[in-house]
């Protein structure tokens, strides 16, 4: 079957799987309303409303570490990385205040001081990472082995190193070998062989290894395996490809809402993390059975919703249950804010400070409790704004101000990863007929010739991941401290012990420029770099001037770096309205 009647027979499919699908992602908005709420009412006393919450970021800063101070080795090496979230993500960062008035943002120079006397870890060069829907992956973004989408393997090795996990919900929507499934009508789309050795083919080509979700609703554990055991053999015949590992489907917290087809649900109402249990070691067994399998590492929860509530008890249970001998890595998921119920988040919500204040309370309680149970975490799957994101803000400019927070805020909190969410341009076109706004980069394509065409539009988000992976992975963060009120958020990194620093300065304020003031260890010059936008609601995105082909993948010119000298002791610039400030401080 053609990839193109592989599609048009999937949408088919999804138009009648869409009421479960937007089941589902209301359920998802509800629990995920609800975790908000709990975490705000239970949140640590550095995120605790009131006369704390106006204390200067020095203060705010000191009472941070008292939630790590909770877990005992590995959590123990996260300390400093916790500690130094409070200057951007902190209590002095509320909403009244990401929004502050153009004349009294500008009034004064903002000042930002960087620190460097207590260096934290290093930013893992496979930090910043992308989750892509696996129905999305085989016809789109990857393609089959022997046509596949090479721009976008650029666009993968422009960031370096890096994760792929093939999942989402449509993992449990996608069958290998549909006719042997318990419930075939469950399966809308079809994993081919030519699918696998696409996988296998964008692995090796970009040096990106993949973690590969397997359908866990249809509770076959004996057919599943045979899934895996057809991808390990893939990966294990193409040279260069890394199979990270396998993750037992996907969100089981809403089983009870994935409606698998009709009136037939994946799991029944009284669903618990003990059923889960059975059937994740049921599916553990079956791999490790596989002598091409019982190597390949499993991660998971792939949580992201009822289990994470209530002080993640249900993350806990499964932690406290699982044993290390059937899982290697932790994984959740989280979206900030939702489109879901008719909900229109905005500009000024998704750029609140308080929003990754309050998302780093919760997060902090999951890595506390992974590090608690011997295993690291990974934001798994996330992006701006669940139920396909809001037009005019995910896909614009202030997409690229907030990825580039939420990848310093996910690594200060503890995860050692972030997969962003690619949606899925197959199975169901948005939950209601619409495209997915999020998407850092989207593929589509046609056929010509026998062969496919692939259009890949390169998005907000994108610029904000190769920011990041360009001046930021691979090297120490620092402390960042922005001056109480200012309409700024600050992080820097420092190569080694005694490098180059780099700051990234991101103006908040929506409608003027903001000048600054920067303090920070190093010589006598710098280098500025502007991501830069006309204004938060636009996609035309530069990145020192310059744009990525759609045509190449690359960067069509050369990155415009100013020459900064120190004044005073600080260097001085003007950062303009929707815009992120890199600065490369030369070492003495």
């Known amino acids: 079957m053609t990839i193109q009647a592989k599609r048009n027979g999937a949408k088919q499919a999804g138009t009648k799987n869409r009421m479960g699908s937007a089941a589902r992602a209301r359920a998802k908005a509800m629990v995920l309303a609800v975790g908000i709420a709990l975490a705000l009412a239970a949140a640590p006393p550095a995120f605790a409303a009131g006369p704390r919450a106006a204390q200067p970021n020095a203060a705010a800063a000191k009472a941070a570490p008292a939630t790590a101070r909770a877990g005992a080795g590995a959590a123990a090496a996260m300390r400093p990385a916790a500690r130094m979230a409070m200057p951007a993500d902190g209590p002095n960062a509320l909403s009244r205040l990401a929004l502050a008035p153009a004349d009294a943002a500008t009034a004064a120079p903002v000042e930002v001081r960087v620190e460097a006397a207590h260096p934290g870890p290093v930013i893992p060069r496979t930090f910043a990472g992308f989750s892509i829907e696996v129905d999305a992956a085989s016809g789109y973004y990857f393609g089959p082995a022997g046509n596949p989408n090479r721009v976008f393997f650029q666009l993968l090795r422009n960031l370096g190193g890096g994760t792929v996990r093939i999942g989402g ?171 879901c119920g008719g909900q229109h988040p905005t500009i000024a919500q998704l750029l609140n400070p308080g929003l990754a204040a309050r998302y780093a309370a919760r997060a902090r309680r999951w890595v506390l409790l992974a590090h608690h149970y011997g295993y690291p975490i990974r934001y798994g799957e996330g992006n701006s704004i669940s139920c396909e994101g809001q037009n005019g803000v995910s896909n614009a400019f202030a997409a690229t101000a907030w990825g580039v927070g939420w990848l310093f805020t996910n690594f200060r909190v503890g995860m050692t990863g972030a997969n962003l969410h690619q949606g899925s341009t197959v199975i169901s076109v948005g939950y209601h007929g619409r495209a997915y706004y999020y998407d850092a980069v989207e593929v589509t394509h046609k056929q010509v010739g026998g062969r496919i065409e692939y259009d890949n539009h390169i998005w907000p988000l994108y610029y904000a991941m190769y920011a990041f992976a360009k001046n930021a992975e691979g090297q120490r963060l620092l402390a960042a401290d922005v001056a109480l009120r200012a309409p700024l958020r600050a992080y820097a990194v420092r190569q080694g012990d005694s490098g180059p620093v780099t700051a990234f300065v991101v103006n908040h304020d929506l409608s003027a420029a903001v000048p600054v003031r920067l303090t920070a260890p190093g010589g006598e010059r710098a280098r500025l770099l502007l991501v830069e936008a006309p204004d938060y609601a636009s996609r035309d995105v530069t990145y020192g001037g310059v744009k990525f082909s759609p045509r190449t993948g690359k960067l069509a010119g050369q990155p415009q770096w100013r020459t900064l000298r120190r004044t005073g002791g600080e260097f001085r610039f003007l950062l303009p309205k929707a815009a992120v400030a890199i600065v490369k401080i030369s070492a003495r």
């Open 169 to 339: 919900n449509s993992t449990d929507d996608s069958c290998w070998r549909p006719r042997q499934a318990p419930h075939p009508q469950g399966c809308h789309f079809t994993i081919t062989e030519a699918d696998i050795r696409g996988f296998a083919r964008a692995a090796a080509a970009t040096g990106w290894g993949l973690y590969v979700g397997v359908n866990l609703a249809q509770n076959d554990a004996h057919w599943a395996a045979g899934y895996g055991a057809a991808v390990a053999r893939a990966m294990d015949a193409t040279r260069g490809a890394k199979l990270l590992g396998f993750e037992f489907g996907n969100e089981p917290d809403l089983f009870p809402y994935h409606r698998l087809y009709d009136h037939v649900f994946a799991r029944p109402k009284d669903f618990t993390v003990a059923d889960y249990l059975k059937n994740w070691h049921a599916y553990a067994a079956a791999f490790h059975g596989q002598p091409v399998t019982a190597h390949v590492p499993f991660v998971g929860p792939a949580i992201c919703c009822q289990w994470l509530g209530h002080g993640a008890a249900g993350l806990r249970d499964f932690l406290a249950h699982v044993g290390h001998q059937d899982l290697n890595l932790v994984t959740v998921h989280d979206y900030p804010l939702t489109h």
